[in-house]
């Protein structure tokens, strides 16, 4: 080629535009980085989230009685007692064996089990946080990003809480981000029943036979729940078909309503209103935009699918992960990056969400130490009581060695055959368990309504007597601030006459 030659290309090269950097990331994230860790703009947004769930537990300590549950499986499998909530009896009443597993870790580390699971769960987050802002390009849509993951309710209490919400979370987006995702996919359904979506999601943008790899760690773990517990599903999808009842048409319809309630639920409706008008009128626009239109978006619509068609209860937590994805799908439709004045908007919601979350957080907490917390640390301390029946048993079981039987059945295998969705079910429970300590709610216990679910305690007058007759009032413990509602402000602790002496009054 001749010189001439030369510089005609010299000038044809240099006509052309400039390859987009390496370190903007476009919304199909490449398979491979060469070196992730170089972006500042993701590490801002996942310190921001980590900043924010540590100021949010150290203002509030809060924690999620679920979590403690799981915390009591993983202390007993730590000690030697196999998966049993009480030692001797075998029950899947954990949802995440994965979780189970972390927390046996954290017993024999002597960790304290509020600080291992939430610092997990809060790790977990910052993980996320950083993989998502990965697949997000614009400045403003990682602003966005940032404030969200870093307030929005759901997301903050079931990460501080100690959930394991926060490793599924971590699964589904680094599978949407192609980090790992086979492991990531593989990992999902020992973190959740409800992995296995995450799995098929897999297999079907996969479609190849190496995919199928995932499947084998769920497939494994079911057989072995099988051979251990009679059935490859938890207690709690049992339990609450048969405590909470009712037709599949009205467990539809309330979740419909829960979810018309974005992002909040129940109390204080003058803040609560403020809250829906703003960040759900802007991440519905923005998730329906074009870029929002992803696996994202529609495992989250396919998550929540799963809740209805399944007849599971309506539970805030439950939608922690739809939420995560659904707030990922509409910054990555990069509508924010040429309309900063709607980011800006959501940076101020997301601080008012924070301030409504941390003072909610502080109040649910000094709630439940007043209340379950108090009354569990009666019954540990209260002569002879080897064994107690409540309803709120995460809290119970943690403080209180002995055998812990609980009224929706979620830990307790023989509870079914007790329960039904017959009247008089609390009756035949005590009556078949022989309980030696009652926790009760008195506006329900002594009015003869249900706490949960839709069958009453008692039969009749008679079978109420019966249960006075056998156990004395002990003692009171409520929560009288403005917070409280009044059937969750107060628990009563009864225990067995032959244990409480003349101390006890008749109920």
Known sequence: MTHSGHGAKRRADSARPPARRSSRLAPGWPRRLSNPFTDGGALAVAATVLASRVLYLLLTRFVLDDALITARYGRNLA??????????????????????????????????????????????????????????????????LAALLAAWPVLVTSSVGGMETSLLGLCAVAWWGRVR?????????????????????????????????????????????????????????EAKRIVYGGSRWDRTVSWIY?????????????????????????????????????WGLGLALGWIACLILAGAPVFDWYLALPYLLIIVSACRSEVLGRWRVGAAFLVLNAVFLFVWVAQDG???????????????????????????????????????RGAVY?????????????????DGWYYRAVAGLRPDALIVRPLSFYRNTPAAGVANPFLDESQFQEIGREYAEMADFRDTTQYAAPGGAWVRVLVRRDLAGAQGATP
């Open 258 to 294: 829960h979810l018309g309630q974005l992002p909040v639920h129940e109390a204080r409706p003058w803040k609560s209103a403020m809250v829906v008008a703003s960040a759900s009128l802007w991440l519905t626009a923005l998730a329906c935009t074009r870029g929002g239109r992803s």
């Open 406 to 422: 609980d009224e929706i059945g979620i830990v307790t295998p023989r509870l079914s055959a007790f329960r039904q969705t017959s």
């Open 181 to 237: 995702p086979t492991e990531a996919a593989a990992l999902a359904p020992l973190v959740r029943p409800e992995g296995w979506l995450l799995v098929l999601a897999h297999l079907l943008r996969e479609r190849r036979a190496s995919a199928l790899v995932a499947v084998v760690p769920g497939l494994l773990w079911h057989g072995a729940a099988w051979a251990m517990f009679g059935s490859p599903l938890p207690l709690s999808a």
């Open 362 to 400: 502080i109040d649910q907490r000094r709630l439940l130490d007043r209340t379950w917390r108090d009354a569990a640390g009666y019954v540990a301390k209260f002569p002879g009581a080897k064994s107690v029946f409540a309803e709120a048993v995460g809290v119970l079981g943690w403080e209180f």
């Open 79 to 144: 000690h030697g007692l196999g998966l049993a909530f009480n030692a001797g009896e075998p029950s899947y009443g954990f949802t995440s064996p994965a979780w189970v597993a972390l927390s046996a870790v954290g017993t024999l580390l002597h960790a304290d089990p509020h600080a291992w699971l939430g610092g997990l769960a809060i790790a977990c987050d910052a993980a996320t946080a950083y993989i998502a802002a990965l697949l997000v390009v614009s400045l403003w849509g990682r602003v966005a």
